[in-house]
């Protein structure tokens, strides 16, 4: 019983001390974006502010020009539902398709869509900004946000696995019961789906939220950017860098996400875990 609490206790002082290693530049970036921009990097190994300054979120709230770092945070949120109802709609359709339905070339074309999973994006970066060029939808969301609405293999992939290991006699119940294919997905396994389908939401606000190159492939007006590009406006090349304010909106941005992991950290392991239904 000793050397259980022992170990325990080794266990513990362990994982304590890889967690306070990786909170450390959190903790960094949240009391530098309390200190003086100049004194910053100067005073980088302390984490007390000193003196301590609330300026830095003033300044970086009123963002550049005519545009605020709301503006900013309202067109990441727009940028981020679409995208959300997006990958939903035709992640789960398609899943079911997958996992339910026989049809011709069934195999051959889901691997296909795994083989996807490992094309590096830089690959089709240039032929899809050629393509959304001629179709005239660059400076818009509409590059980030329609493919969405055709699949993403990794949740796909996600959403299949787990509608596995629904029982089909489900479905078999609910066809005697009248029920057709569609209503077998909208009756039976959406609502079974419910933490794959929250595992898939969180991901795609982690992944949207903090996407930078996208946006910058895509959008060219202010009023248009996201945080992440409305982070990188308080670089510059030029003149000295606002690294204050863009600490203080790091901060500010990083609030949805904490809110969100917390709220809905238990659905990520539960979802890719894909333990589904037993007994």
């Known amino acids: 019983m000793k050397a259980k609490y022992i170990n ?3 266990y513990h002082i362990i994982v304590g001390g890889f967690a306070v290693l990786l909170l450390y530049p959190v903790a960094w970036l949240i009391m530098s974006s309390f200190k003086q921009s100049e004194r910053i990097f100067l005073t980088a190994d302390s984490l007390i502010p000193n003196p301590f300054v609330l300026s830095n979120y ?3 709230w009123q963002g550049f020009g005519d545009y605020g770092f709301g503006t900013f945070m309202t067109n990441t949120a727009i940028f981020v539902v679409l995208v959300l109802i997006g990958h939903l709609i035709s992640c789960t359709l398609i899943a079911f398709g ?3 339905l026989k049809f011709a070339g069934r195999g051959f074309w889901f691997a296909i869509m795994i083989l996807t999973l490992m094309l590096p994006a830089e690959v089709v970066m240039i032929p899809q900004y050629i393509i959304f060029a001629k179709l005239g939808w660059l400076d818009s969301l509409k590059p980030l946000v329609i493919p969405a609405y055709f699949g993403h293999p990794f949740f796909i992939f996600l959403l299949v696995q787990f509608i596995r290991t629904i029982p089909r006699e489900l479905d078999e119940a609910a066809i005697i019961d ?3 294919t569609f209503g077998i997905y909208r009756r039976i396994i959406l609502p079974l789906l419910v933490p794959a389908l929250a595992t898939t939401a969180i991901f795609t606000f982690y992944w949207t939220w903090d ?3 996208g946006p910058v492939l895509y959008l060219n007006s202010p009023s248009k950017y996201t945080v992440s590009m409305a982070l990188n406006m308080f670089l510059s090349n030029e003149t000295v860098s606002n690294w204050g304010a863009m600490f203080a909106m790091s ?5 949805p996400v904490f809110i969100i992991f917390f709220i809905f ?3 990520v392991v539960e979802g890719i875990s894909t333990s589904g239904l037993k007994g």
């Open 178 to 180: 009248g029920c057709n």
């Open 8 to 10: 325990k206790f080794i």
């Open 58 to 60: 003033g300044q970086g």
């Open 211 to 213: 996407n930078l190159l």
């Open 265 to 267: 950290q238990r659905y």
């Open 98 to 100: 997958f996992a339910r």
């Open 251 to 255: 901060v500010v941005s990083l609030i």
